[in-house]
């Protein structure tokens, strides 16, 4: 295949993988076969939306050599063992999509793949044993994946998902295929263990952290986690807050923080109060998310501290998200310990009320709240399937470690 053409099918492929919610930002990678000896992939920690035709880096298949000034994806490798592996594979994607990502943290593929699914991913898909991104452990564990069936598509433990074919056409639709296929597997054992007929994850999330908590947590204390608010969202402009409550974002609020308010006389909600003492603890937080999607509102009702199951919640939030209960009744008190908790860390749980997503930009406090929702996905499914073993903290602080060092600041 043509060079130029090759690098335009990346950037094509990529906008349309960010376009339907199976990569984002600077996460996953793509990469085209140009021939037996070299493919292009996607530069290393480039947004897909404005990436150009020379920041597509090309590799040699065999070395992983490459000339360009630019830096290739740090997964270069594992995409090599594909076509290593898959002479016919002209395309390789690989994807952080949210329900392959749960599958991934569970200890084995999905072995018997419904009829459905087979000719889109291959009758069995495998897993990948764990190795940090970019690793060798990483691509040794991908090559004996690839070898030991005739996949499509390979789940990369606490990692995502690598899909191809003999073109974008082909591996997108076995990203899509396979996120389908994940769906079915996580809400059919759900189904089986709860005998039920759920077809809304939602509602599978909730009942599967309901469930745990009846197991973990005495009738006598259950009453104290209470219903979720609604979402709200704030923001810092110079020394005032700018507080949006609820949904209603032609509604704000602007708050001064230049002193801790007196509890017993501010005028706001004591989510905004909350909100102020995490603006006033962090000064290089910027904006905040209070989420309450379904998942992590139901995680947080569980009153523990979520683990990294997944590689992006240990570069992006940190090596867990502690868990406080925000206690309006000791305004003061309780919102000086939610801001502690939060030290070190980009997200917080509030027990039974969802998580506050936190950053210094509202771009980067999105993809926080996006892979808070993506980890506590997996940690209730891996409860589900009764394997919940996160990524190691050494392994989490490293790669927390390289993030805020390193690999953030390449999309800048």
């Known amino acids: 295949m043509d060079l130029a053409l090759a690098r335009q099918r990346v950037i094509d492929a990529g906008k349309k993988l960010v376009e339907y919610g199976l990569i984002a930002r600077t996460w996953g990678n793509v990469s085209c076969r140009v021939d037996e000896k070299t493919f292009v992939i ?96 990483l691509m040794a564990g991908v090559k004996a994946a690839l070898a030991a069936t005739d996949a499509k598509a390979v789940l990369m433990a606490h990692h995502g998902a690598l899909c191809f074919g003999p073109g974008s056409g082909a591996a997108f639709e ?24 759920e077809t809304d994850i939602d509602a599978a999330a909730a009942e599967i952290a309901a469930v745990e908590l009846e197991r973990t947590v005495p009738n006598g204390d259950r009453g104290k986690i209470r219903e979720a608010p609604m979402p709200c969202l704030s923001h810092r402009e110079g020394s005032a807050m700018v507080f949006i409550p609820g949904e209603d974002v032609g509604h704000s609020l602007a708050i001064d923080l230049s002193a801790a308010p007196d509890p017993e006389q501010f005028p706001y909600s ?61 305004l003061a008190e309780s919102a000086a310990l939610c801001a502690r908790a939060l030290k070190g860390r980009n997200a917080l749980l509030l027990a039974g009320e969802g998580a506050l997503c936190c950053a210094g930009s509202k771009s980067d406090a999105e993809a926080v709240e996006m892979i808070i929702q993506k980890n506590a996905l997996a940690g209730l499914t891996a409860l589900l399937f009764g394997c919940s073993k996160p990524i190691n903290a050494l392994e989490s602080k490293l790669m927390r470690f390289i993030y805020l060092k390193k690999y953030s600041k390449q999309a800048q």
């Open 270 to 330: 004591p989510e905004a109060f909350l909100h102020a003492a995490v603006y006033r603890a962090y000064p290089d937080i910027g904006h905040i998310i209070h989420s309450t999607g379904a998942a992590a509102a139901a995680f947080s009702t569980l009153g523990r501290e979520m683990r990294p199951q997944v590689d992006d919640f240990a570069q992006i939030v940190g090596v867990s998200a502690r868990c406080a209960a925000f206690d309006p009744g000791r």
């Open 174 to 197: 076995t990203a899509n295929k396979l996120e389908e296929l994940c769906l079915s597997h996580i809400l059919g054992r759900f189904n089986s263990l709860y005998a039920k007929n």
């Open 42 to 137: 996607t530069p290393s920690g480039k947004p897909y939306d404005s990436l150009e035709p020379e920041q597509i880096v090309a590799v040699d298949i065999a070395t992983l050599a490459y000339e360009s000034g630019i830096k290739p994806s740090s997964e270069k490798g594992v995409h090599a063992q594909v076509y290593l592996a898959r002479p016919d594979a002209g395309f390789v994607i690989h994807t952080h999509q949210k329900y392959a990502s749960a599958a991934a943290c569970l200890d084995k593929g999905i072995d018997a793949v419904a009829p459905a699914f087979v000719p889109f991913t291959g009758s069995r898909v495998p897993l990948a044993a764990y190795g940090l991104p970019g690793t060798k452990k």
